[in-house]
């Protein structure tokens, strides 16, 4: 009985034994672990000790009875854990495949969003050499207007200076030709200087209200044809000089089948003293006949005396 019992015990210690070993590999817990090892020594000192003290074995059946149930329902306890774990450990691992896909998705997306990123890159670099390449040419473009302003400054000085000397040299030939023409007609007191023209008085060239020239007349555009083409050998060619004939009349008003108005009048005398000009030699490319009627008087009274002032042809040498 006693060989009986302590085999009974010793299944019974190796039982407790595999149940503490399934509950450490359930559950890990070194406590639990070391309470075994403790009842293990303490089964070992009692089968020292069965031949002194059957009751204590006894005891100690029943402790180790009382135990043996706590660990079975630690048992069970560990197991409906792990299912527990198992089945959260499901969840999660659906979770993580989520998950995974999920990141996977966002690595495609970081790919694209990457390729744009050097395609974008690619498309920067191409406009900063477009810009490089206007800015050069604007550069440029400034340079050669920085140039063309300074040649035109340049052009626009020598210009000023060369009309400059024209006119110089004009105001000399028309100071000379004045002057030559003042010794010529300075005994006539019907020919007056105003400015820079010479005056006629109309009655020293034309018969009242006609345009067709007096002996008288003629003799005097003698003497300034001859004065004109004297001073036009004396003037370079590249002056574009003209003598401008001008024809007034008085305010009084005239029509006549021949000249229906003033303005009539006073342009068929300036071109008379023209087509007489052009006779005597004169080119008539240097000349122009121009007629204002009444509307330029030289003395604005309405006196006898005024209408003979303002009857009258200019000569004045411009430049075209």
Same mark, same amino acid.
């Given at each position: 009985m006693s060989q009986l019992l302590l085999v009974f015990i010793f299944l019974l210690t190796l039982f407790a034994v595999a149940q503490f070993m399934q509950a450490r590999e359930l559950t890990g817990q070194d406590t639990a672990l070391d309470k075994l090892r403790a009842q293990v020594a303490e089964l070992s000192e009692l089968l020292a000790l069965e031949k002194a003290s059957k009751a204590k074995l006894e005891a100690t059946l029943a402790s180790l009875n009382a135990a043996l149930e706590q660990q079975k329902g630690k048992a069970a306890s560990l197991a409906a854990m792990l299912q @527990?774990?198992?089945?959260?450990?499901?969840? !999660? #691992?659906?979770a993580l495949a989520g998950l995974r896909a999920e990141l996977e998705k966002e690595?495609?997306?970081?790919?694209?969003?990457?390729?744009? &990123?050097? +395609?974008?890159?690619?498309?920067?670099?191409?406009?900063?050499?477009?810009?490089a390449m206007l800015n050069a040419a604007l550069e440029a473009s400034e340079r050669r207007e920085r140039e063309a302003r300074?040649?035109?400054?340049? %052009?626009?000085?020598? +210009?000023?200076?060369? %009309?400059a000397r024209r006119v110089q040299e004009l105001a000399r030939y028309r100071s000379e030709f004045f002057g030559r023409l003042r010794?010529?007609?300075s005994r006539r007191a019907n020919i007056r200087v105003v400015g820079d023209r010479f005056v006629f008085s109309s009655e020293i060239l034309f018969p009242k209200?006609?345009?067709? %020239?007096?002996?008288?007349?003629?003799?005097? +555009?003698?003497?300034?044809a001859e004065a004109i083409l004297e001073i036009s050998r004396?003037?370079?060619? @590249?002056?574009?000089?003209? /003598?401008? &004939? @001008? #024809? =007034?009349? @008085? $305010?009084?008003?005239?029509?006549?089948?021949?000249?229906?108005?003033?303005?009539?009048?006073?342009? !068929?005398?300036? /071109? !008379?003293? &023209?087509?007489? +000009?052009?006779?005597?030699?004169?080119?008539?490319?240097? %000349?122009? $006949?121009?007629?204002?009627?009444?509307? =330029?008087?030289?003395?604005?009274r309405d006196t006898e005396e005024a209408k003979a002032r303002n009857r009258r042809i200019e000569l004045k040498l411009t430049e075209r």
């Open positions: @527990d774990l198992q089945a959260k450990k499901g969840a !999660a #691992g659906g690595r495609k997306i970081s790919a694209e969003a990457l390729a744009q &990123v050097e +395609l974008l890159n690619q498309q920067i670099a191409a406009l900063r050499r477009q810009i300074a040649k035109i400054a340049n %052009l626009g000085q020598r +210009l000023n200076a060369a %009309l010794q010529i007609l209200a006609e345009a067709t %020239l007096t002996e008288e007349g003629r003799r005097e +555009l003698d003497k300034i004396e003037i370079p060619p @590249d002056i574009n000089w003209i /003598l401008r &004939v @001008d #024809g =007034h009349t @008085d $305010a009084d008003p005239i029509s006549t089948p021949q000249f229906p108005s003033n303005w009539e009048l006073s342009t !068929a005398r300036a /071109l !008379a003293v &023209v087509k007489y +000009l052009i006779s005597r030699g004169v080119p008539p490319e240097r %000349l122009a $006949a121009t007629g204002f009627g009444q509307y =330029h008087p030289i003395d604005p």
